[in-house]
T-cell receptor
Framework: EAGVVQSPRYKIIEKKQPVAFWCNPI?????LYWYLQNLGQGPELLIR????????DSQLPKDRFSAERLKGVDSTLKIQPAELGDSAVYLC???????????????FGPGTRLTVL | AQKVTQAQTEISVVEKEDVTLDCVYE???????LFWYKQPPSGELVFLIR??????QNEISGRYSWNFQKSTSSFNFTITASQVVDSAVYFC?????????FGTGTRLTIIP
């Protein structure tokens, strides 16, 4: 079974340029997450989708970040314009969707390493 | 607010030695879940284990074992007879009300 797919794996841009990351979750997974991972830190949640609906975007810097999951499958995370401090790894994860009151296990993709010059 | 502390930033051991990675958590909920993930140099976070707060039984999977103690709010991870392939960053995480909070990770280096 294919895991979470992300592209590109690496991206280098100049500050003030836009950038977009793409994620394809594991087939059948209804919940999709975008995380930000700074060097030497654990991942931090940016946004969580349940199907097409963004149910938790409280940590997403909405002035420059946006995300969409139009058909409840693939998702795109965009930054416009990028700043130097946005250099980090952007991870996508997916899970089946909460059942029986149990916490989901999240499965992660390889991430996109963004460098802003 | 929930919090996960991994006090060991880096650990190095010689191959075949046993090593324990510590994880201490804080939560006000009585129902929660704990996780361990491995992040090799390739960058992908690999799921290792999930444990709910009502199950304090220790778990063993091959060379890996986990010790969950609610009394000390700890969920420690032991690798027995370590191998070079175990070299990675290991993250402990706490799930509460559908939010996953990670620790800062422990970088484990196995020296051949």
């Amino acid at each position: 079974e294919a895991g979470v797919v992300q592209s590109p794996r690496y991206k280098i841009i100049e500050k003030k340029q836009p950038v977009a990351f793409w994620c394809n979750p594991i087939s059948g997974h209804n919940t999709l997450y975008w995380y930000l991972q700074n060097l030497g830190q654990g991942p931090e949640l940016l946004i969580r989708y349940e199907n097409e609906e963004a149910v938790d975007d409280s940590q997403l810097p909405k002035d420059r970040f946006s995300a969409e999951r139009l058909k409840g499958v693939d998702s795109t995370l965009k930054i416009q314009p990028a700043e130097l401090g946005d250099s980090a790894v952007y991870l996508c994860a997916s899970s089946l969707g909460r059942t029986s009151g149990e916490a989901d296990t999240q499965y992660f993709g390889p991430g996109t390493r963004l460098t802003v010059l | 607010a929930q919090k996960v502390t991994q006090a060991q930033t880096e650990i190095s051991v010689v191959e075949k030695e046993d090593v324990t990675l510590d994880c201490v958590y804080e939560t006000r909920d009585t129902t929660y879940y704990l996780f361990w993930y491995k992040q090799p140099p390739s960058g992908e976070l690999v799921f290792l284990i999930r444990r709910n707060s009502f199950d304090e039984q220790n778990e063993i999977s091959g060379r890996y074992s986990w010790n969950f103690q609610k009394s000390t709010s700890s969920f420690n991870f032991t690798i027995t007879a370590s191998q070079v392939v175990d070299s990675a960053v290991y993250f402990c995480a706490l799930s509460e009300e559908e939010k996953l909070t990670f620790g800062t990770g422990t970088r484990l280096t196995i020296i051949p």
